[in-house]
């Protein structure tokens, strides 16, 4: 089985990475209902066969959905450690969420020398929300990314299909890393 800690950075406030964490660990905790996070929620999640198929080696996921609120600011440290992933949420009709991705990218994914490919970011719509999600202008780095619609409203099970996509490659990566490190012991 493997293990994969995954972390929905503190990114914007009110996003919804509370909403999305709970639907991708299929945890009924707090659906339909907003409540601030307060510092850091781990989910534990375990999804037996990831790739489909009764074959498939299983795994097992910490989402760590930390607060977007300043105050627990002292918390973001411990959310980047040792994380293999990250998921970043923002409501894509409010502008300044657009440029506060841009700090948590830099933050979360390249202080941390991860790949982009270990990073996902979600334009999340809001349920009572009609923006156009479609024509969204993002900053230079972050066009680099993997860039998800998520609407629970209309299409939860794209939504999921992709989250399953981001953590298959995900443990790809982590795989890969963990052979060519026993291929420099071995060699």
């Known amino acids: 089985m493997t293990f994969l800690r995954l972390?929905?950075?503190p990114a914007v406030y009110q996003s919804g990475k509370s909403v999305l964490a709970n639907f991708v660990s299929e945890s009924v905790d707090g659906?339909?209902?907003?409540?601030?996070?307060q510092g850091v929620r781990i989910l534990e999640y375990e999804k037996p066969n990831l790739n489909g198929n009764s074959k498939g080696a299983g795994c097992?996921?910490?989402?760590?959905?930390?607060?977007?609120?300043q105050k627990f600011e002292t918390c973001w440290p411990a959310l980047m450690k040792d994380s293999h992933g990250v998921i970043i949420i923002f409501n894509p009709e409010l502008p300044s969420h657009l440029k506060e991705i841009e700090m948590w990218y830099s933050c979360f994914v390249q202080q941390q020398s991860l790949?982009?490919?270990?990073?996902?970011l979600v334009a999340h719509h809001k349920p009572g929300s009609a923006g156009d999600m479609e024509n969204l202008s993002l900053a230079y780095p972050l066009t680099k990314l993997?860039?998800?619609?998520?609407n629970l409203e209309e299409n939860p099970e794209d939504v999921r299909m992709e989250f399953m996509k981001y953590f298959r490659s995900i443990?790809?990566?982590?795989n890969e890393s963990r052979e060519k490190e026993e291929m420099s012991i071995i060699s």
């Open 31 to 37: 659906i339909g209902r907003h409540s601030p996070t």
């Open 171 to 174: 443990i790809t990566i982590i």
């Open 115 to 120: 790949l982009d490919s270990q990073c996902l």
């Open 7 to 9: 972390s929905f950075p």
């Open 60 to 69: 097992r996921f910490e989402l760590w959905d930390c607060s977007g609120d």
């Open 146 to 150: 993997k860039l998800i619609y998520s």
